[in-house]
């Protein structure tokens, strides 16, 4: 069937063509009252003008080649390398006299009657899209160009558009379009399109429309029709298009010239449907618009196709054309790129530098006479001129607008008059330099722009295209031209020069040029144009002279062939003056001797030459530049900052949110107790009040502070106390004991009254009191010395006079600071040193004089209180410091403390447990006694935040009384108080003290390179001296002062916590390389965590590849767009950004999919993919996402730069889908706030910034409500994510294929959330608890299904039903009901803490006397990682604080489940509980004892770590260990509990306890570690995994939340 294709088209067409012609003859035999029947109309496309090949001659058709291209590459690279710089051969080919008249005398209408006709049928200036710069290199210090001779200067060329699917091959090379038809089919005057007809036409009586009621103008271009327009250089401006005429062509406003041919026509177009019209009237022959609007339009075009091919063309060639024979079908016709590019430009040569205007004088009178407008306005500025054609570039509608529209007559008739420049190389200057050009480059050099055309199209050298028609080749330069015009004999001599004398590589168009005869253009040109025409008149089936397409009959014919381009004028000039005698018979030739009216048009202008015309006419306007970046500087500057203004204060906004949050909460926790009132001191020290003051003690207090002073009490107290009257409470307190000498210095105000002024009291030890006072200065001072005196302390004075002198002396808080800083550093160094046996003294002694003067001073009680890290009142202080004293000066010299501190690095535990004696035995008696033992225990317990009743005091004493064997009831002597503790004398040996200063001092010795092993250890918030020789065991090859071992007596060894003693083989971990380690870490590394980072590698590598794939498409496959080449590799990387951003903000959402990722963990699936690490998923998603946003987001501010330096042509070649305005230049601002990509992307950062800053853990802690608020903006910026894509600015939306696949999962598991959340269920219990934690107890509801450490979402009926908060589930699965435990940490909490508790009246039901509870809406269950803690088999559970809720559950389904038997791979669970005092959970102690009631089988090992305590080593605690271990020993629990569960002090060691387990089940491969609680408390379980991990033995895997 496909064969027989072609003859079926061609007989369907030839059927076609003969209906059009029986309806054609049967026209102009339409009975009277019948509608007129139009012949078949011409397309304004030029489709189906050949029926068998309908594409041929169409617009938008590549231009035919009648020989191969010569492109550089043979594909698609301009060609002339090797050839000279068009602008030299422009210069010294091309340019000469003006002035020179026609051999032929032809006319300047002629010449503009050629370039009507280029623009009719020829359309390829447009450049392509995208564009490309092939810039002509401007010669150094080039007279036009470059008179600065500044060089490196280019004129801007862009190449010509082509066809896409062309230019891949040197079989398929580069073609290059024609946007109009060939045929001559009006297009000037209809356009290239039935759309752009009809924006022309008036749609009344088949007319044109006009701009007024004359109709001598067409309508001005309100519709907004896309004329070219390039700003006049006259004016160096953009104006708007609205004030061209509307005419067919895109080009038809260029000059006056050619827009009066186009408002010619489309004058006689009006006068066709006139006449038509009134024919039809006459015959009665009905007819609509839009037949007399063709009808027309068929003789409008006949008129044309007659003058351009009968009289126009022999004109312009100076001879004939071979004559009409006929419609040919098969000849193939579309216009050549020799045509376009060389051949008929050749009337260039002939455009003349002015063009004149003229008109009659007496036109009534037979002695009529042509009047010429002057030549310029140079000699009377208020006349009209001639029109100088450099300066008229695209002004013309206001040119010919002028004299009441007499202009275009005026016009029209010079033209017909004025004789057109010589037919020779010589090209006026007005081409060849000023023509127009764009804002950046406003002039331009005509002749090289069409050297480089040609070069642009591939246009063969000069010698192959004369063969291709025929021609000889030539073999000189001399052959080109025979001429004796000296002119064109040293055009061809410059030409031989620039091309090297090769014959074989010149330019067509400047050798073309160069044969230029006075008939008219040479034998190559001649041929080409020739050839060109009678292509387009023998291939045109509308041609009017074609009988067979039945337009017209053989009367109307020879009509038309009688028309010339007189008559069409004759018809259309409408000024009054005008008279048809005015124009010559042949207006392409002004032949004076012949014609009567060119006699009488003889003028002055004749005699011009070049000198008069460049006397006479307007000069060029120079060469202008343009900065497109020009108003976008501002704005775009401004947008960046404005992006940056708003991140900062979304930072300064959670700043200060957060602080206000922090200081609110912390505003409702209980205020210090404030001093009694003045009655309670020493009545005769009386009080008073320094207005302004400003205490200068290291602390920065308002101008408005008041102080007040305070003296006494005299028995109680020797204290000066200073209160804050404005703020209230105690500002400082002086404790005088001990202090011999006080020193008041005082300096009074210049006023000379001693009332007021500066006081400053000087103590040794102690820093300076120096406050203002403003009254009774001397009264204060007197009573201070007065109340010194009494305490017998010597009080000296002394007056100041300068109070800088007086201030510049003062010893403030922070000197003081200093001066106790250098103390410890100087003594940690001495005890820890090698040399710390040789005593303080020869210490001191050797350090320099500022040192020396640091050791020199001594700490008061409240010092070394602050160094203990105890209060200043504490009984424990007061004994220790006591005891330090030895000279009972109440200070303590370096010496002394040396020496105290001597016993715990250098004492045996003997000596630690006589110093532990004498520190409790308070009256000093040697006898601790039951009360001092009693007094002192529970005073140290207070001190941790525990209570010890006193029956366990009392039992303890008694039991440890029974043990010694004491005969006195009432205490116990040294030896007995050994005797007791002997079996802990090891413990006592390892007795250390903890100093708050140790941590800076330690560093401070570590970076003098002090660094003792033995005797410094550090921890997280302090340094402990102790022992070099404690217990040392050798775990796994490690040397460890402390293991979990020794952590332990046996009594806590009962859950098989216990070290082998036997000899590992991680013991040769000791003999590998800092390498070998490495690598193990890494291997055990991948062991615990090969699934995450198997499947972030991937998601990260698929995220690369999709950024690397978008970012190779736009640098190499989409290289022909054009966008990289004006914003660089910037919208490679923005590109390639966004669809990585598309995939990770899409992604993010399957991170979201709470019930769908629980069911999945159930899976098999959840073996391969940890679906427990959602939450870290989320975060790391988020972090890429925002990684590539900040990319894109910079990316844009440099590409956004870029493309407001561009032309408007480009932009909108690049970006298709934004429209404006000809006259509008797209600035920054219209790019960033008019389209709909820049926008939704300045939106897009907005809200991007607000949610990640919101999301950061200080937001989430402090305003988890506006973190929750702000997160719901997810749904905005998907939202904003669409419409970004929507705007197509770049590409067609991408977004959508990321999104919908996970928008339809996260739809989906939304809508099951939906379906559990519209039940709601009562509350069966609700307690309020110590520590602000609120219990719930509510229904299970049917279907709830769920795993122990799972969690939930709950919203409450009395708050906001639709804002949903997380909580662990605390009750087992096999329990009937579900228990939360929430504590109040925030606005909601705090609300759900108020409305459920029992004592609210509102909760309070007076029918039935009981509780009922707001009820509460539950969505859930959701899994995560501590799901899991069965499937292994050993299950290590940390819990911190409220983190402890997953716990309990897990802990309550492990006892039921090992009580019924069930079997679960887990074999031991240890659950470690850290807890700053148990006080704060006191529920989860409950919860515990049941489990250890029913875990009889020991399948728990439970460990309580109090890290309110100090290490159970130091000194403040050992007793309290020793007290607890003894009391479980008795009682088996807990002396602070009750439970059985091991209670230790101080945080864990996470390191040395996994160590151990390691040793203890070195028969498993995996040890689980679930833990849960704040983020410290996690890092450091995770850091214990890690350092565990590179040991040999079971490998810890660890699952973590933070809360």
């Not at 080919?93 to 026609?102: D, M, Y």
């Not at 002015?354 to 407008?373: E, H, I, L, P, T």
């Not at 728990?1500 to 890290?1507: D, E, K």
């Amino acid at each position: 069937m496909l064969c027989y294709r072609p003859l079926l088209v061609a007989l369907a067409s030839l059927a076609l063509f003969h209906v059009s012609v029986c309806i054609a003859s049967n026209t102009s035999r339409t009975p009277r009252g019948q509608y007129y029947h139009l012949p078949e109309v011409e397309g304004y496309d030029g489709w189906y003008n050949n029926p068998s090949h309908p594409e041929w001659g169409s617009a938008d058709s590549p231009l035919s080649r009648r020989i191969w291209p010569a492109y550089s590459d043979g594909t698609y690279q301009p060609n002339g390398q090797g050839r000279p710089n068009p602008h030299d051969v422009a210069t010294a080919c091309l340019q000469g006299p003006k002035g020179l008249k026609s051999y032929r005398n032809r006319t300047a209408l002629l010449t503009f009657y050629g370039q009507q006709i280029v623009e009719e049928i020829l359309d390829a200036q447009r450049a392509g899209c995208p564009p490309e710069y092939h810039n002509i290199p401007i010669p150094k210090c080039h007279a036009l160009f470059d008179p600065e001779c500044k060089g490196n200067k280019e004129v801007p060329f862009l190449r010509s558009r082509y066809d896409k699917s062309t230019g891949q091959s040197p079989n398929n090379p580069r073609k290059q379009l024609n946007e109009a038809t060939p045929w001559i089919d009006g297009g000037l005057f209809y356009g290239p399109n039935k759309a752009w007809a009809d924006a022309l036409r008036s749609f009344t009586n088949g007319t044109l429309a006009c701009s007024d009621s004359t109709c001598r103008f067409p309508a001005k271009n309100k519709v907004g029709l896309p004329f070219a327009n390039p700003p006049p250089p006259a004016d160096h401006v953009l104006k708007s298009s609205s004030r061209f005429f509307k005419i067919g062509n895109p080009r038809g406003n260029e000059n006056p010239m050619l827009l009066s041919l186009g408002i010619t026509w489309f004058r006689n177009h009006n006068w066709h449907a006139n006449r038509l019209r009134k024919e039809f009237d006459a015959q009665g022959i009905k007819y609509k618009d839009e037949t007399l609007f063709n009808r027309a339009r068929q003789w409008n075009i006949a008129d044309q196709q007659k003058i351009s091919l009968n009289d126009w063309l022999p004109a312009f060639l100076g001879r004939n054309i071979t004559p009409y024979t006929g419609y040919k079908s098969t000849r193939f016709v579309n216009i050549g790129h020799m045509f376009q590019t060389s051949a008929m430009r050749f009337g260039h040569t002939l455009v003349p530098p002015v063009v004149y205007r003229a008109s009659v004088r007496n036109s009534k009178s037979r002695d009529w006479q042509c009047v010429f407008r002057q030549l310029s306005r140079k000699k009377d500025p208020t006349k009209s001129s001639a029109f100088r054609t450099c300066q008229s570039y695209w002004n013309s509608p206001d040119h010919l607008s002028e004299d009441n529209g007499d202009a275009v007559d005026e016009l029209l008739l010079g033209m017909s008059k004025q004789v057109c420049e010589r037919e020779d190389n010589i090209v006026t200057e007005d081409l060849r330099g000023f023509v127009f050009g764009s804002l950046d480059f406003s002039r331009r050099d005509l002749m090289a722009l069409n050297i480089q055309r040609a070069r642009d199209h591939g246009i063969p050298d000069y010698n192959t295209v004369r063969a291709s028609f025929g021609l000889p080749r030539i073999r000189s330069f001399a052959e080109i031209n025979n001429s004796t015009d000296k002119f064109i004999r040293a055009a061809i001599r410059n030409l031989s020069r620039l091309y090297n004398n090769d014959v074989n590589n010149i330019d067509l168009w400047p050798a073309g040029l160069l044969e230029t005869t006075p008939q008219g253009p040479g034998p190559t040109f001649a041929a080409i144009i020739s050839d060109q025409f009678e292509g387009i008149r023998d291939a045109d089936r509308f041609w009017f002279e074609n009988k067979d397409n039945g337009l017209f009959t053989d009367e109307e014919i020879e009509v038309i062939r009688k028309t010339t381009f007189r008559t069409i004028l004759s018809r259309n000039i409408k000024a009054s003056w005008f008279r048809e005698d005015l124009l010559q018979k042949d207006v392409f030739h002004f032949n004076a001797d012949v014609d009567d009216s060119e006699r009488r048009c003889r003028t002055e202008f004749e005699q011009y030459n070049d000198a008069t015309l460049t006397a006479e006419i307007d000069a060029c306007s120079p060469m202008k530049t343009f900065d497109y970046f020009s108003g976008s500087g501002g704005p775009y500057i401004t947008t960046i900052i404005g992006i940056a203004v708003y991140f900062i204060l979304n930072v300064a906004v959670l700043i200060v949110s957060v602080k206000y949050v922090s200081k609110s909460r912390s505003s409702g926790k209980p205020k210090r107790k404030q001093s009694g009132p003045a009655s309670d001191f020493w009545s005769n020290a009386g009080v008073f009040t320094a207005q302004n003051g400003e205490p200068l003690t290291g602390e920065l207090v308002k101008s408005d502070t008041v102080m007040s002073v305070s003296l006494g009490p005299i028995i109680a107290s020797r204290q000066l106390k200073v209160y804050n009257t404005t703020l209230g409470g105690v500002e400082r307190t002086i404790d005088l004991t001990g202090v011999s000498t006080v020193n008041i210095e005082e300096c009074h105000d210049v006023t000379g009254n001693n009332t007021s002024g500066l006081l400053c009291m000087r103590m040794a030890h102690r820093y300076d009191l120096a406050m203002r006072v403003d009254t009774h200065l001397q009264h204060m001072i007197s009573n201070i010395a007065v109340f010194c005196e009494s305490l017998n302390i010597q009080v000296s004075r002394k007056v100041v006079f300068s109070s800088k002198q007086l201030l510049w002396s003062v010893v403030t808080k922070k000197d003081r600071h200093n001066v106790v800083q250098s103390f410890f550093r100087a003594l940690f160094k001495q005890t820890s040193g090698a040399d710390a046996s040789k005593g303080a003294t020869q210490f001191i002694k050797k350090q320099r004089a500022k040192k020396r003067e640091a050791l020199s001073t001594e700490l008061t009680r409240p010092e070394f209180a602050e160094a203990m890290g105890m209060k200043p009142t504490s009984i424990f202080v007061e004994q220790v410091f006591r005891f330090v004293d030895t000279d009972k000066s109440y200070t303590v010299s370096f010496q002394e403390f040396f020496q105290f501190l001597a016993v715990f690095t250098q004492g045996s535990s003997d000596t630690k447990m006589e110093l532990m004696f004498a520190i409790y035995d308070i009256d000093g008696d040697g006898v601790l006694s039951h009360d001092d033992f009693s007094t002192m225990l529970g005073h140290l317990a207070e001190q941790a935040g525990e209570t010890i009743g006193k029956e366990k005091l009392d039992s303890i004493l008694s039991n440890m009384l029974k043990t010694s064997k004491s005969t006195d009831s009432m205490g116990m002597t040294l030896e007995e108080f050994k005797t007791i503790f002997g079996e802990y004398k090891e413990v006592m040996g390892d007795t250390t003290v903890q100093l708050k200063h140790a941590k800076s001092a330690v560093k401070n010795l570590r970076n003098q390179g002090v660094n003792n092993s033995k005797s410094v250890q550090i921890s997280k918030n302090s340094a402990q001296f102790g022992l070099g020789g404690s217990h040392q065991s050798t775990i796994r090859g490690k040397s460890s002062t402390t293991s979990f071992r020794n952590h332990y007596t046996p009594a806590e060894k009962s859950d098989g916590l216990q070290v082998k003693e036997t000899s590992m083989p991680g013991e040769q971990l000791d003999n590998l390389s800092p390498f070998q380690h490495q690598v193990l870490y890494v291997q055990r590394l991948w062991e615990n965590y090969r699934f995450h980072i198997f499947w972030l590698t991937l998601y990260l590598l698929v995220v690369l590849c999709i950024f690397a794939e978008r970012a190779y498409y736009y640098s190499v496959e989409r290289e022909h767009v054009g966008l990289r080449r004006i914003a660089g590799y910037g919208v490679t990387v923005t590109r390639g950004a966004a669809s990585a951003m598309m995939f990770t903000y899409s992604s993010i959402l399957v991170t979201m999919c709470r019930n769908l990722l629980t069911k999945l963990r159930e899976t098999p699936l959840n073996r391969y993919i940890p679906f427990d690490a959602a939450h870290s998923a989320h975060k790391v998603i988020a972090c890429v996402a925002l990684f590539f946003t900040v990319m894109h987001i910079l990316g844009h501010c440099i590409n956004f730069y870029h493309i407001s330096t561009q032309t408007a042509n480009d932009l909108t070649c690049l970006f298709r889908e934004y429209y404006h305005f000809s006259h509008e230049l797209p600035k920054f601002q219209f790019w960033m706030f008019s389209t709909l990509t820049g926008i939704t992307g300045l939106l897009l950062t907005f809200v991007v910034v607000t949610i990640y800053i919101f999301a950061l853990p200080q937001a989430r802690r402090y305003l988890f409500n506006t973190f929750w608020i702000v997160h719901r903006l997810y749904i905005v910026l998907f939202i904003l994510l669409i419409l970004h894509g929507s705007g197509r600015l770049v590409q067609p939306p991408l977004f959508q294929w990321f999104f919908i696949v996970p928008a339809a999962l996260f739809v989906v598991d939304k809508l099951i959330s939906l379906k559990h959340k519209k039940h709601d269920i009562p509350v069966f219990k609700a307690e309020k608890l110590p520590s602000g934690v609120t219990h719930l107890q509510f229904k299970k509801p049917k279907n709830f299904n769920y795993l122990s450490g799972q969690w939930c979402r709950i919203s409450s009926r009395a708050l906001n039903s639709g804002e949903y908060h997380p909580f662990t589930l605390t009750s087992a699965p096999h329990e009937e009901t579900l228990d939360l435990y929430i504590r109040a940490v925030g606005p909601w909490t705090e609300n759900i803490r108020q409305i459920y508790d029992p004592e609210n009246p509102k909760n309070q039901n007076t029918e039935n006397k009981g509780l009922t509870f707001p009820r509460i809406y539950l969505d859930g269950p959701f899994g995560e990682g501590h799901q899991d803690w069965y499937k292994y088999d050993i299950a290590v559970l940390v819990g911190g604080g409220i983190g402890v809720t997953p716990f309990a559950s897990i802990l309550k389904d492990l006892v039921c489940k090992k009580q019924s038997k069930v079997q679960i791979p887990c074999k031991k669970v240890y659950f470690f509980w850290v807890t700053k005092t148990q006080k704060q959970f006191e529920w989860l102690t409950e919860i515990i004892k049941q489990v250890e009631q029913q875990d009889d089988q020991k399948f728990t090992g439970i460990h309580i770590f109090i890290t309110q305590f100090y290490q159970k080593f130091d000194i403040r605690t050992i007793m309290l260990y020793i007290c607890e271990r003894h009391f479980q020993k008795i009682s088996k629990q807990s002396l602070f509990t009750g439970l059985k569960s091991t209670v230790h002090f101080g945080r864990p060691q996470f390191d040395k306890m996994f160590d151990s387990l390691q040793d203890i089940h070195d028969d498993v491969a995996q040890i689980g570690t679930f833990s849960c609680g704040p983020p410290p408390m996690t890092r450091s379980v995770e850091a214990a995994c890690v350092a565990a991990n590179q040991n040999e033995g079971p490998v810890f895997f660890h699952h973590y939340e933070n809360f």
